[in-house]
């Protein structure tokens, strides 16, 4: 049975992969009038081009929460690539919660997605977890701190949906009733390239 695993997001991105300038260069606009909405298109681009991908572009720390330790010697950890991992810790059944020690387990960055293996002859801990979810893995994820860090496809995707989001301001249009799609076919191409099932 595959352990579901869930990501958040702990701290965003410092940068975005698409600066306001390249967008406005894309989108060929000149003045500042719309700088925030394009802005805002930018972040929602790559929010959405980050879930649709599953993965992390520009350096941010996440949370990988579970309810039960696997029974694999390992922890997939969501939202690739992954640079590291800054700690492991679990809330036993009476409330208190623990830090796992980092001798414990080894970080496998290489693995696409990333993952928490068991160091050798180690286990995962015996403590009786309480219920619900018990376990956080806090870790840091994306390409680099740089938008150069970012491969280019997906900074590709990031403009073209800017693109869309630019010429379609509203959900729907008065020539096209509920017929614009959410995502263009052209920026999930690019995003489905690498997807995994993780």
Same mark, same amino acid.
């Not at 993965?55 to 579970?66: G, S, W």
């Not at 073209?160 to 630019?166: C, D, N, Q, S």
């Given at each position: 049975?595959?352990?579901?695993?869930?990501?958040l997001?702990i701290?965003?991105?410092?940068? %975005?992969?698409v600066?306001?300038?390249e967008?406005?260069?894309?989108?060929?606009?000149?003045?500042q %009038?719309?700088d925030? &909405?394009?802005?805002?298109?930018?972040?929602?681009?790559?929010?959405?081009?980050?879930? !649709?991908?599953r993965?992390?572009?520009?350096?941010?720390?996440?949370?990988a929460?579970? %309810?039960? /330790?696997?029974?694999?010697p /390992?922890?997939?950890?969501?939202?690739p690539?992954? +640079?590291?991992?800054?700690?492991?810790?679990?809330?036993?059944?009476?409330?208190v919660?623990?830090?796992?020690p980092?001798?414990?387990?080894?970080?496998?960055?290489?693995?696409?997605?990333g993952?928490?293996r068991?160091?050798?002859?180690?286990?995962?801990?015996?403590?009786?977890l +309480?219920?619900?979810?018990?376990?956080?893995?806090?870790?840091?994820?994306?390409?680099?701190?740089d938008?150069?860090d970012?491969?280019?496809?997906?900074?590709?995707?990031?403009?073209?949906?800017?693109?869309?989001?630019? !010429?379609?301001? %509203?959900?729907?249009?008065?020539q096209?009733?509920f017929?614009?799609?959410?995502?263009? &076919?052209?920026?999930?191409?690019l995003?489905?390239?690498?997807?995994?099932?993780?």
């Amino acid at each position: 049975m595959r352990q579901e695993v869930t990501s958040l997001l702990i701290t965003p991105p410092a940068v %975005e992969p698409v600066s306001l300038d390249e967008a406005k260069l894309h989108l060929r606009v000149d003045g500042q %009038e719309e700088d925030d &909405l394009i802005t805002g298109d930018l972040i929602a681009a790559r929010e959405v081009c980050e879930d !649709e991908s599953r993965r992390a572009f520009i350096t941010q720390t996440r949370e990988a929460v579970l %309810e039960c /330790w696997p029974a694999a010697p /390992w922890i997939a950890l969501p939202r690739p690539p992954l +640079q590291s991992v800054t700690s492991i810790k679990y809330t036993d059944s009476q409330g208190v919660e623990h830090t796992w020690p980092s001798s414990e387990y080894i970080v496998d960055t290489a693995s696409t997605p990333g993952r928490v293996r068991l160091a050798y002859g180690k286990w995962w801990p015996w403590a009786t977890l +309480q219920p619900g979810p018990a376990i956080r893995v806090r870790y840091v994820a994306g390409y680099g701190d740089d938008a150069e860090d970012v491969p280019q496809k997906f900074r590709q995707a990031i403009k073209l949906f800017i693109g869309h989001y630019y !010429e379609n301001r %509203e959900a729907v249009t008065a020539q096209v009733r509920f017929n614009l799609a959410p995502i263009p &076919l052209g920026v999930r191409s690019l995003l489905m390239v690498d997807r995994g099932t993780w």
